[in-house]
């Protein structure tokens, strides 16, 4: 019987032990923290968006995203269904493709991994951080708490850098190294932003719908509507994750990043201007502030007007046609320069990572190293949001697991 180390009990790395310990192997899975699965409890605010029934090679960013093709392919939506099913995971999958589970929590994911992985035998071995890996003649050496074990074969599964305090460490990084792997420099993506600007740290709490578009250099590359949220930090919200992976690796490259701000995105210019001189017209003594506010969330106006330098007890009677144009500019196009991201602590994944060009994508082996595997956010893969992350999880551990289990 095959003995396989798998070093992270996450996501892809419960997958790939379930798939393999099926297939008859003898698993052992090493994860450092107090239990499996962190991550998973974590995900889509507790209610984990658990994969995409639309995945494509689209979805995803790397050195090369066609990478995931293969492995996305091995596993369609229908066969990770039938898959949760010999779990006991039932799913529920919405229009836009985004799937959870049933019962709408993250927990009941992890509870029918964890079921699942105890029924075919695998050991787990929690609180257990593997410090090193190396390969003598055909076994590889797992070092954990000074102590040494011997396995045929080995799954790198420790995830990225993201999320440190769920247990994210980027050893898997060093684990490649030591073996001659490429490691495509990380980043944090699906994060919040920082600014140079004073106003959005006035601004903390104001959170609404607005249109996003994200400037690199001079090109404008992107453009996404969602809700925004300003922070003392910068600025959050969907749409801004949505467009942070290209921000961040931006920022990396030491590219100049700027974002373009309309918060009435439901307005065409000429009709915000119409919408604004027909509200004056019509209540001609109120405050400029006061009419604003039934366009704008409140909290902003301050310093929007403070922006536009504009009085916010001005009657609007008073406002001129060029002040009008004013306004207009601010609210569809209010610019700021992105000078940082949050940091890894508070990212949901990270870009980079072992460089895909040396493993083999259709059993996730090393192409250096026979017996060395690899699979999930520790490969140079991102997705986007919406469950492509778990996704890509899934399905390399699906691949890695039926490889390693055969
Ligand atoms: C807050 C949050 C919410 C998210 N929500 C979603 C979502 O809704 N949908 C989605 O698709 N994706 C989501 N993600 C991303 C998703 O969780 C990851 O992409 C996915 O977990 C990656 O799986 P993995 O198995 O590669 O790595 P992980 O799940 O990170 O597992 C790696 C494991 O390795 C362990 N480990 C690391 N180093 C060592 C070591 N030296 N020894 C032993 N163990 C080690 C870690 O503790 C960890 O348990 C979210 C991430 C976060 C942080």
Redesign the pocket.
Known sequence: MKKIAI????????MAAIVAAREGADVTI????NS?????L???NG??????TTASVTDYAGKSPDFVTYALQQLPFSAFETFCHSIGLLLDSKDDGRCYPLSNEAKAVLIAFKSAVSEVGIKIFTE????SITKEKEAFIVV?DGEKKSYDKVLI????E??PQ????G??YSFAKSFGHTIIPTYPS?VQLHLNSKHPPKMAGVKTFAEVTLTIDTKSVTKVQGDILFASYGISGLAILDISQRASYALMQKQRVTIEINLLPRFDSQSLSDTLKRLFTSVPNHTLEAVLSTLLPTKSLPYLLEEARMERDKVVSKISVQEIQKLVRLFQSWQFEVTDTHGFKH???SGGGVATAQINNKTMESNLVKGLYF????LDIV?R?????????WAS?MIVGKEMGR
């Open positions: 070093i992270g009990g996450g996501a892809s790395g419960m090493y994860e450092h923290n499996v699965g962190k991550k998973i974590a995900s889509g209610r984990c968006n658990i994969i995409n257990k951080k593997v410090t954990c599964a420790t995830g990225s993201a999320a769920l247990g994210a460490t050893d898997g699906l990212a949901e994944v699979s999930g956010e520790v997705g949001r919406g469950g492509y992350n778990f996704n890509f999880a551990g």
